[in-house]
């Protein structure tokens, strides 16, 4: 599945106001930015994200996902604390 495919199926489905895509061969990182996060437990905010790529992941398409959730605040204080280098 390509990067774009991703972040705009994420986008879509969850409503997010950022997403962030990486890939190194079948192994995937996203960062997303959203208001659907506010007062969910980690788990449930990356069974938000997982839920929407069932499909790759069961075709193998994607093989690994690790997730980062904020909401729009946390990702503020995020990028303050630890800047993009």
């Avoid at 895509?21 to 437990?41: I, K, M, P, Q, W």
């Amino acid at each position: 599945m390509e990067i774009k495919q991703i972040e705009q199926l994420l986008t879509e489905q969850l409503q997010l106001t950022e997403v962030y895509v990486r890939a190194e061969g079948s192994h995937y990182s996203v960062t997303a930015v959203g208001n659907c996060f506010a007062d969910l437990s980690r788990v449930k905010q990356q069974q938000m994200i997982y839920a929407p790529l069932m499909s790759a992941i069961a075709d193998g398409s994607i093989h690994a996902v690790s997730i980062k959730a904020f909401t729009p605040e946390q990702w503020r204080r995020e990028k303050l604390l630890n800047p993009p280098v």
